[in-house]
């Protein structure tokens, strides 16, 4: 019995090593927003609650430029009805908005595509975003694989741990084309972590400063989201807010939402129904 076992274990085949060479740094950046992408499009409702926080160029807490509002969102144009926070349960008016990031508002909603050029003009918020394709995707006739992304070019790739870590810079538009660092998770390339450039607006659009966010990314309920945003103004800015803070708290993907809340001349009349 004993000479059996032994001579089946000999015969079992010793597991053949991978000898595939590493994805290129090129690959892993087209499968890491691949992935990204195939959890989108989000939910067609978000409702979340966004907290801004800011120092004064003393150090001191800025109360004025810091606050909290509950957001609803209808994500197919991120058509928004919004209200300020008091006390954590007395709200504000109600007033429309369309979360965006790269715009003269707060960034959002969490669900936004974080690989989507930025606007080449600012866009006031009647301005409806053109939507993303929903639908069953076509029939696959054939395949092709993508060897990489063509708007960035890679200077560093590293591991740190268990993320990939990658250092990229815009081969054309650097002003749209936003991304500067990515940060993924080694096995599965899920988005964890991103640094880009965003924009600061003073006064609408007379004074505009470049902006440095570090962004953390989450998952929820199989959406990537983005949950904390750290900005950093730069181009000599030397006021108020030189370091802004925003989380995104709270969020949650309702079925559905009334169609009053994404309508604005509707808010006068439903007063009494406002959402909390």
Known sequence: MLALFLIAALATPAPVPDTSPPPTAKRVLGMIRAKFRSHRPPPPYEIYTIERKQNTVQGYPDYANSYTDKVWVRTLDDAALQRRVYRSINRGQMTFNRPAFNEDRDPG????????????????????????????????????????????????MATEGDLVHLSIVPTRDPDRNRLREIYADKSSYELKRL??????????????????????????????????????????????????????????????????????????????????
Request: net charge negative; proline share 11%; no cysteine.
């Open 109 to 156: 909603p969490p669900s936004a595509d974080v690989f989507q050029p930025a606007p080449i003009h600012p866009r006031p918020v009647t301005d409806v975003p053109t939507p993303e394709p929903v639908g069953t995707a076509l029939p696959l006739l054939g395949t092709v694989q993508a060897v990489g992304e063509f708007d960035y070019r890679i200077t560093a």
């Open 195 to 276: 640094v880009a450039t965003d924009k600061l607006f003073i006064d609408g659009t007379h004074d505009i400063y470049g902006v440095t966010f570090d962004i953390t990314v989450g998952m929820l309920d199989g959406t990537p989201i983005v949950t904390d945003i750290r900005g950093t103004v730069g181009d000599g800015y030397a006021d108020d807010g030189q370091v802004v803070n925003y989380a995104f708290r709270n969020i949650s993907f309702p079925a559905t939402l009334p169609a009053w809340y994404f309508d604005t001349k509707a808010y006068v009349t439903h007063g009494d129904d406002a959402p909390i």
